[in-house]
């Protein structure tokens, strides 16, 4: 008994497999007619098709092909038998208008749109968004907006169809209905405003010539002004600013919603990070400084305080010359802040950051080490921060060339950081240690491994030294290799002058090495901290001339349009961009690239 409902259902699978097997034949035959504007014959199958499974789909195609051949009667004849069994059906009075339409009888075909949005009754709004969407598969947008926009009146302000109408004008290309349907859905419902901001960025930022990102702005200042007590607008505004990296725009409107709601000044100090995070300083001391005039009683004082220094040490310390008097100003600062706080938790990063600025700036790396070495001794502290303390000393050690106690610090926080981004750090500073020291096998060995990290920084570090070890090891004479790394230990000392005088020496007793295109790079970067752009323009300009096939062009490129941007030259830094764009597109600049372009153009 078993057995033969066992066979009867196999005979029924099976059967059933080969129906659909054929279906789907003769769908991709149909598909294949239609493609070829063999109308009639397409036609004919998914005629055959619709009759067996009344499927949607097909019954569309028939229609269109119905169209395309002129058959607009047999269309009308299938589309009014289909309406006769399925009445409610708003999706085939949309399409039998469409036949109506593209047979010249525009009247007929608007009566009907006209009628089927007529018959709308009630709050049903899946009817609506039916409705709606027959419209939108027929192109008819005016008729679909005025589908939700009935919808809405028939809510009676349960539903405003806020979002269907900003697609609806977004398809039709009505940008300032699609902001205005938006920015109506936030006053509305202020909950809204992280859906609105995706949607957002789905749509203004696909429009090149930033047209409809000024549309935005106009608008959301417009509605600032005029409706001040509704901050919802400025939380949109002070978004659109970030989007465009417009910091000291977003800290503008930040600190108006900071004094109107009187708030305790979070927002400014996130702000400030990203805009430090960017390197605008000027706009991060700015966010840190209205925080700490609020008041030492209030929340945020201390983050304040903090991102201030750090934020005043990368303003002191980035500058092409480090001024002696503001290094003993920000030292002097330091170490009041400091003894003022005593031994609290949030101490220890500013202790790490003095430390880095005594070693690296003040030359004063046993003090510095003391300082580190204090901190692991006394503090406790949970292994990131650890791990970073023992980071910084390592790097004073290798300073103070002390390769074999940084080796140790470096292994100590590898092992306690498998797999994470700290603990890559350290592996890639301890093969860089190996290379400083001429053991390049081993951090070549390194290094390979590290081209796959996760950070995209370190894996590019990985592979530009991984491959200037590689192309140079081929080289019996080992000695360029050996002073070019020396040279790049003398810049991480920050012995630049020094680390010039060796890079000469390679470029005066090895002519034409395979490091050449390197050497010029180094010197460039080194002019530039040195304050000497002209200089440093000249070598990039050299690269692109002589090795713009090689690995370093397009660092280049990027380096002489920072150059050029930074001596007001808009014409030729973007000239440069887009070079990159159109030559290297698989460039670690790009991103980059592309949004200065976005810039020069808001501009």
Same mark, same amino acid.
């Given at each position: 008994m078993f057995k033969k409902i066992y066979i009867i259902l196999i005979l029924i699978i099976t059967v059933g497999q080969l129906f659909a097997q054929k279906q789907n034949n003769k769908s991709q035959l149909a598909y294949q007619y239609y493609r070829d504007k063999e109308y009639d014959k397409a036609a004919l199958v998914y005629k055959e098709l619709y009759e067996s499974g009344?499927?949607?789909?097909?019954?569309?195609?028939?229609?269109?092909?119905?169209?395309a051949d002129e058959q607009y009667k047999k269309a009308e004849?299938?589309?009014?038998?289909? /309406?006769?069994?399925? *009445?409610?059906?708003? /999706?085939?009075?949309?399409?039998?208008?469409?036949?109506y339409y593209a047979s010249g009888n525009k009247k007929k075909a608007i009566k009907l749109y006209e009628k089927s949005i007529d018959k709308l009754k009630g709050d049903h709004r899946s !009817?609506?968004? !039916?409705?709606?969407?027959?419209?939108?598969? !027929?192109? $008819?947008?005016?008729?679909?907006?005025?589908?939700?926009?009935?919808?809405?009146?028939?809510?009676?302000? $349960?539903?405003?169809?806020?979002? &269907?109408?900003?697609?609806?004008?977004?398809?039709? *290309?009505?940008?300032?209905?699609?902001?205005?349907?938006?920015?109506?859905?936030?006053?509305?419902?202020?909950?809204?405003?992280?859906?609105?901001?995706? *949607?957002l960025q789905a749509s203004v930022y696909k429009q090149d010539d930033g047209s409809l990102n000024q549309i935005l702005k106009t608008e959301l200042i417009r509605r600032i002004q005029k409706s001040k007590s509704n901050t919802i607008y400025s939380e949109l505004l002070i978004w659109l600013y970030l989007q465009e990296k417009k910091f000291n725009s977003a800290y503008i409107q930040t600190k108006a919603l900071v004094k109107r709601n009187n708030e305790d000044g979070k927002r400014l100090i996130?702000?400030?990070?990203?805009?430090?995070?960017?390197?605008?300083?000027?706009?991060?001391l700015n966010c840190y400084q209205f925080v700490i005039d609020l008041g030492k009683n209030r929340t945020f004082y201390l983050d304040a305080k903090i991102g201030y220094f750090q934020t005043t040490q990368a303003k002191v310390i980035n500058k092409?010359?480090?001024? &002696?008097?503001?290094?003993r100003t920000l030292i002097s600062t330091y170490n009041e802040f400091l003894n003022s706080i005593g031994n609290i938790p949030e101490a220890i990063d500013l202790k790490i950051n003095y430390a880095h600025i005594l070693a690296f700036y003040d030359h004063k790396a046993t003090e510095a080490t003391l300082i580190l070495e204090q901190i692991i001794d006394k503090e406790i502290m949970k292994n990131p921060q650890k791990s970073r303390v023992r980071m910084e000393l390592a790097d004073?050690?290798?300073?103070?060339?002390?390769?074999w106690e940084a080796t140790l610090y470096y292994s100590q926080i590898i092992k306690s950081n498998p797999n994470n981004e700290i603990g890559n750090e350290a592996q890639i500073k301890k093969a860089k240690l190996a290379y400083y020291s001429g053991d390049f096998l081993w951090a070549k060995g390194r290094l390979d491994v590290l081209k796959a990290s996760t950070s995209k920084l370190i894996a590019n570090d990985a592979f530009y030294l991984s491959s200037i070890i590689a192309d140079n090891l081929k080289d019996s004479l080992e000695l360029p290799l050996q002073l070019f790394a020396k040279a790049d230990l003398l810049i991480f000392q920050n012995k630049k002058e020094k680390a010039l005088d060796i890079l000469d020496s390679i470029q005066n007793q090895f002519p034409n090495h395979s490091l050449s295109d390197d050497v010029l790079y180094k010197k460039a970067g080194l002019y530039e901290q040195l304050g000497k752009d002209s200089i440093a323009k000249e070598l990039y300009q050299e690269i692109l001339d002589k090795y713009y096939n090689d690995i370093l062009a397009d660092n280049a490129l990027?380096?002489?349009?920072?150059?050029?941007?930074?001596?007001?030259?808009?014409?030729?830094?973007?000239?440069?961009?887009?070079?990159?764009?159109?030559?290297?597109s698989d460039s670690f600049f790009t991103s980059e690239a592309r949004r200065k372009i976005v810039e020069y153009r808001d501009s």
């Amino acid at each position: 008994m078993f057995k033969k409902i066992y066979i009867i259902l196999i005979l029924i699978i099976t059967v059933g497999q080969l129906f659909a097997q054929k279906q789907n034949n003769k769908s991709q035959l149909a598909y294949q007619y239609y493609r070829d504007k063999e109308y009639d014959k397409a036609a004919l199958v998914y005629k055959e098709l619709y009759e067996s499974g009344k499927s949607t789909t097909y019954l569309n195609y028939l229609i269109k092909c119905y169209i395309a051949d002129e058959q607009y009667k047999k269309a009308e004849e299938t589309l009014n038998s289909e /309406i006769k069994t399925n *009445r409610n059906n708003p /999706i085939l009075k949309v399409q039998l208008a469409s036949v109506y339409y593209a047979s010249g009888n525009k009247k007929k075909a608007i009566k009907l749109y006209e009628k089927s949005i007529d018959k709308l009754k009630g709050d049903h709004r899946s !009817q609506v968004i !039916q409705l709606a969407n027959a419209f939108i598969s !027929q192109g $008819e947008f005016k008729y679909a907006e005025k589908t939700y926009l009935k919808g809405k009146a028939l809510s009676k302000g $349960e539903y405003n169809y806020g979002f &269907e109408l900003a697609n609806i004008y977004y398809y039709s *290309r009505d940008y300032q209905k699609m902001i205005d349907a938006y920015l109506d859905v936030l006053e509305e419902s202020p909950r809204y405003l992280k859906t609105v901001q995706n *949607r957002l960025q789905a749509s203004v930022y696909k429009q090149d010539d930033g047209s409809l990102n000024q549309i935005l702005k106009t608008e959301l200042i417009r509605r600032i002004q005029k409706s001040k007590s509704n901050t919802i607008y400025s939380e949109l505004l002070i978004w659109l600013y970030l989007q465009e990296k417009k910091f000291n725009s977003a800290y503008i409107q930040t600190k108006a919603l900071v004094k109107r709601n009187n708030e305790d000044g979070k927002r400014l100090i996130v702000l400030g990070e990203l805009a430090f995070n960017n390197n605008d300083l000027t706009t991060a001391l700015n966010c840190y400084q209205f925080v700490i005039d609020l008041g030492k009683n209030r929340t945020f004082y201390l983050d304040a305080k903090i991102g201030y220094f750090q934020t005043t040490q990368a303003k002191v310390i980035n500058k092409e010359v480090v001024s &002696e008097t503001e290094l003993r100003t920000l030292i002097s600062t330091y170490n009041e802040f400091l003894n003022s706080i005593g031994n609290i938790p949030e101490a220890i990063d500013l202790k790490i950051n003095y430390a880095h600025i005594l070693a690296f700036y003040d030359h004063k790396a046993t003090e510095a080490t003391l300082i580190l070495e204090q901190i692991i001794d006394k503090e406790i502290m949970k292994n990131p921060q650890k791990s970073r303390v023992r980071m910084e000393l390592a790097d004073i050690l290798l300073l103070d060339n002390k390769i074999w106690e940084a080796t140790l610090y470096y292994s100590q926080i590898i092992k306690s950081n498998p797999n994470n981004e700290i603990g890559n750090e350290a592996q890639i500073k301890k093969a860089k240690l190996a290379y400083y020291s001429g053991d390049f096998l081993w951090a070549k060995g390194r290094l390979d491994v590290l081209k796959a990290s996760t950070s995209k920084l370190i894996a590019n570090d990985a592979f530009y030294l991984s491959s200037i070890i590689a192309d140079n090891l081929k080289d019996s004479l080992e000695l360029p290799l050996q002073l070019f790394a020396k040279a790049d230990l003398l810049i991480f000392q920050n012995k630049k002058e020094k680390a010039l005088d060796i890079l000469d020496s390679i470029q005066n007793q090895f002519p034409n090495h395979s490091l050449s295109d390197d050497v010029l790079y180094k010197k460039a970067g080194l002019y530039e901290q040195l304050g000497k752009d002209s200089i440093a323009k000249e070598l990039y300009q050299e690269i692109l001339d002589k090795y713009y096939n090689d690995i370093l062009a397009d660092n280049a490129l990027m380096a002489l349009a920072k150059l050029y941007s930074k001596e007001n030259n808009p014409e030729k830094a973007m000239e440069l961009y887009t070079q990159l764009l159109e030559d290297f597109s698989d460039s670690f600049f790009t991103s980059e690239a592309r949004r200065k372009i976005v810039e020069y153009r808001d501009s």
